[in-house]
Structures are given as structure tokens and as C-alpha cells.
């Protein structure tokens, strides 16, 4: 079940969100929420775009909050729709380089201190992400099950 101040905030509109692919040789960086449904749930780091800003200030903002890390944004790699009632989110993924900062579990700003739903931030290994349940990661990884085959993921995908 959904947290109640997830369904409130994030519910019942089209959210677009920028997400970002961040690699440490071949670790993926990822966020694990929880509070969006009953059970852990690792994505990549990335969050709402704010009117007036563009898509790469979002992101650099984005994984500031998440992760303490600073980054330079590349170019977009492909573009994921979700739609499951409440939520329905278009999710542009760019590939990401870290610059600096250092990395740390970071905090949602919309959320209240007492619901964050941000639990743990970090790097891993394909095989880590394969030991994952699917429906515990997002759902790009069902698309690219591999760490080549998610480097090499192109346009739009339906999750």
C-alpha cells in the first residue's frame, strides 16, 4: 500500500521527472524509497521538474538532495511512461557524471520530515541489482537486465 503523503503529493497528475544514470565503473548508482509501495524500491536518482527550470538544472538539483553528489549532466539516453493508478510519471533519463561532493543518503524536500521516503543511497553491481525482486526495482531494469544493455537503452519505453 502506498504511503498516504506519497498518493497526495505525486497522485492523480501527470508528473514529468528527470532521472540520471550514474556510474561508478560498472555500478549503478541508485536510491532506495520506501513508502511508494509496501516494500523497498530501488531507482535511479531523479525527481519532479519545477516550472521554469530546465530539465538539466532540475536534475543537478535533484541529485543534490538525494545524494550530496554534484554532477554534470550528458546527454538524454531514452525516455520511460509508468502509468499505475494514482501515479503516472514520464521519466527522462540522462546519462550523468559525478563531480564532486560526496555521497550521502539525502532527503525528499516535499515530504515531511517524519515520512521520508528516501532510505538509502548507493552504488550497485549488476548482480546486486539482478538479486533484487523485479518488482522491487524500477522498471527500467526490465528492459535492460544487464548493466551493457541498460548503457545501451534508446528511446521510449513503455513500463
Not at 70 to 85: A, H, T, W
Amino acid at each position: 500500500m502506498m504511503n498516504k503523503s506519497v498518493q497526495e503529493i505525486y497522485g492523480n497528475q501527470v508528473r514529468i521527472r528527470v532521472c540520471g544514470l550514474c556510474w561508478e565503473g560498472d555500478r549503478m548508482l541508485l536510491v532506495n524509497h520506501r513508502g511508494i509501495y509496501k516494500h523497498d524500491f530501488w531507482a535511479p536518482p531523479g525527481g519532479g521538474v519545477e516550472f521554469g527550470q530546465s530539465a538539466e538544472l532540475n536534475l543537478i538539483r535533484e541529485f543534490r538532495e538525494e545524494t550530496g553528489l554534484r554532477i554534470k549532466v550528458g546527454s538524454l539516453q531514452f525516455v520511460c511512461e509508468f502509468i499505475q493508478s494514482p501515479l503516472h510519471a514520464i521519466e527522462l533519463f540522462f546519462e550523468v557524471t559525478a563531480t564532486g561532493g560526496r555521497l550521502f543518503t539525502g532527503s525528499d524536500p516535499e515530504m515531511d520530515e517524519k515520512e521520508q521516503i528516501i532510505r538509502e543511497v548507493k552504488y550497485l553491481a549488476e548482480s546486486e541489482i539482478r538479486a533484487l525482486s523485479p518488482r522491487h526495482k524500477h522498471g527500467l531494469f526490465k528492459r535492460g537486465k544487464t548493466i551493457e544493455k541498460i548503457r545501451g537503452l534508446k528511446g521510449y519505453l513503455k513500463i
